[in-house]
């Protein structure tokens, strides 16, 4: 992996907070719980229509995400009122949710299931007893668990941009929720892309499905490409060379995900291209290896 680009950098500002959240979905809520979001909110559901009486459809759109992220059945109580924000939610024990929408979202009806989306995703968290410390990162992983757990596409499809107005709603940029969304897919075998009505959105979600796919082409993966695997071999003969007794530190190559550790026998540690907790493997040609938070099964050449 080369050092990202001043590109790469704008683009994915929050990308170790981002591959954090996702670790932190499998670590606290389990293997089984997150695969049991391989159905996504589709869009018939968030539907929202300009005939639709308000209050009726942003009732029906809540408790579709309500029903989605399997949270107790309970009334939605969701008002409208002038915020700095788009959308706030009340954090209590229930049983009833309460959710503030800012007014725009009175004339642009399309986005509500969007911003529902990430609110009730913070009851989820909060009743599931994961956070992150701060404000910015917490919200970072509430947008990315609503885009791996199905509902994020929404936040997405709400970036638009033309010669007069931009729209975003989260606090990822648009291809972050792209790489999310790609990760999801990589995961799940599910292509949001033909639900984007935005071209925005599916020009960011392509920029993270590069990113996503390059996250499973680095060594010592056999996926890796001939460049990747030239630099990884110089590396491997360098931490081969060097004693080991005294215990000294990993061999780590500035811009690789990749380090040595010395022991008997030397090991490779690496994250997982699924949800980015470091595996460590011998050194010792091909194997394969279990992630034993995702399960996905990797295949090596150490």
């Given amino acids: 992996m080369t050092p990202p680009s001043h590109e790469t ?8 907070t981002v591959r954090s959240a996702i670790t932190a979905l499998y670590r606290h809520l389990s293997h089984d719980t997150v695969r049991s979001f391989a159905a996504s909110v589709v869009p018939a559901d968030v539907a929202f229509a300009d005939h639709d009486d308000l209050q009726l459809g942003v009732q029906r759109v809540a408790h579709t995400m309500v029903s989605h992220l399997g949270l107790p059945d309970a009334r939605v109580i969701v008002a409208f009122r002038d915020m700095d924000h788009a959308a706030n939610v009340e954090l209590t024990a229930g049983p009833e949710y309460s959710v503030e929408l800012n007014s725009r979202f009175r004339e642009h009806r399309r986005d509500i299931g969007a911003a529902l989306a990430h609110e009730v995703m913070h009851v989820y968290l909060h009743r599931a007893g ?12 509430t947008d ?10 929404l936040l997405l499809d709400a970036f638009r941009e033309d010669a007069l107005t931009l ?6 940029t648009p291809e972050e929720f792209g790489y999310v969304l790609a990760k999801r897919a990589l995961a799940f075998g599910e292509d949001p892309s033909p639900w984007f009505t935005s071209p925005q959105a599916y020009t960011a979600y392509t920029a993270g499905m590069a990113l996503a796919r390059r996250d499973g082409e680095q060594p010592p993966l056999t996926a890796a490409g001939r460049f990747g695997r030239h630099r990884y071999a110089r590396a491997r003969r360098t931490a ?7 215990a000294p530190p990993p061999v780590v190559l500035p811009g690789t995900p990749y380090s ?4 008997s026998p030397l090991r490779v540690s690496f994250p997982c291209p699924t949800c980015h907790q470091r595996i460590r493997v011998p050194v010792r040609g091909r194997v394969r290896a279990r992630c034993t938070l995702c399960r996905t099964i990797l295949e090596c050449d150490t």
């Fill in 144 to 153: 990315t668990a609503t885009a791996y757990l199905g509902a994020g596409w």
């Fill in 260 to 263: 040595f550790e010395y022991g």
């Fill in 240 to 246: 081969s060379a060097a004693p080991v007794p005294g």
């Fill in 167 to 172: 729209q975003r709603l989260g606090y990822l």
């Fill in 9 to 16: 950098a704008q683009a994915f500002p929050h990308l170790d």
């Fill in 130 to 141: 994961l956070s992150f410390p701060g404000t910015r990162d917490n919200e970072i992983l």
